[in-house]
């Protein structure tokens, strides 16, 4: 609740500048540190995490900064030192000292991605070169067909394909089917 001259704000639990009793800024995002290396399956660790706390439009930059006048500037200034403090306790002490003096969230994280982020092409034939060489050799099928999953998965990751917003075209199906195929091939 805020008091804004004689009215009272009140945040929401479904509002975005909500926060939950239970959020504590000391806690890191996710399990495993980011050390600059595999920044795909960080972020997408990290989206995940700040999904399931409603806080992703502060990475997208959807959720800005109000004005100075805005008597929900307090609870987006508290939303933002919230997570950004998630972020940089998720972060190794090397890539953490590198980003320590961003004011919000959504420049370190934009930062995050342009520093780290550029290596898509290279993780994507590393990922290719595996799924062309996979084998099942001694392992069993279900461990095969996990192995072979998990690199689909990472490489549909890291190989983003634009999709059509018209929905009447059809386009989309098509590269679904032909994803399909190449990963039967």
């Given at each position: 609740?805020?008091?804004?001259?004689?009215?009272?704000?009140?945040?929401?639990?479904n509002?975005?500048l909500?926060?939950h009793?239970?959020?504590?800024?000391?806690?890191?995002l996710?399990?495993?540190?980011?050390?600059?290396?595999?920044?795909?399956?960080?972020?997408?660790?990290?989206?995940?995490?700040?999904?399931?706390?409603?806080?992703?439009?502060f990475?997208?930059?959807?959720c800005?900064?109000?004005?100075?006048?805005?008597?929900?500037?307090?609870?987006?200034?508290?939303?933002?030192?919230?997570?950004?403090?998630?972020?940089?306790?998720?972060?190794?002490?090397?890539?953490?000292?590198?980003?320590?003096?961003?004011?919000?969230?959504y420049?370190?994280?934009?930062?995050?991605?342009?520093?780290?982020?550029?290596s898509?092409?290279?993780?994507?034939?590393?990922v290719?070169?595996?799924?062309?060489?996979?084998?099942?050799?001694?392992?069993?099928i279900?461990?095969?067909?996990?192995?072979?999953?998990?690199?689909?998965?990472?490489?549909?990751?890291?190989?983003?394909?634009?999709?059509?917003?018209?929905?009447?075209?059809?386009?989309?199906?098509?590269?679904?089917?032909?994803?399909?195929?190449?990963?039967?091939?």
């Open positions: 609740m805020a008091l804004n001259g004689n009215r009272v704000h009140q945040i929401e639990a509002d975005l909500f926060i009793p239970s959020d504590n800024p000391s806690l890191p996710v399990e495993n540190h980011f050390n600059g290396e595999n920044c795909d399956n960080w972020k997408r660790s990290a989206m995940i995490a700040l999904s399931a706390k409603h806080k992703v439009a990475m997208t930059g959807k800005s900064c109000p004005d100075p006048c805005s008597p929900l500037l307090p609870f987006w200034q508290r939303n933002n030192a919230m997570v950004l403090s998630w972020l940089l306790n998720s972060l190794t002490e090397n890539v953490r000292n590198r980003v320590l003096y961003f004011d919000t969230a420049d370190l994280w934009k930062d995050l991605e342009e520093r780290f982020g550029q898509n092409k290279a993780t994507l034939f590393q290719q070169k595996e799924v062309s060489c996979l084998s099942q050799g001694d392992l069993a279900a461990s095969y067909c996990t192995k072979a999953k998990q690199l689909w998965d990472e490489c549909s990751a890291v190989n983003t394909v634009p999709l059509c917003t018209k929905c009447e075209c059809g386009v989309n199906g098509r590269l679904v089917k032909y994803t399909e195929e190449q990963r039967l091939i």
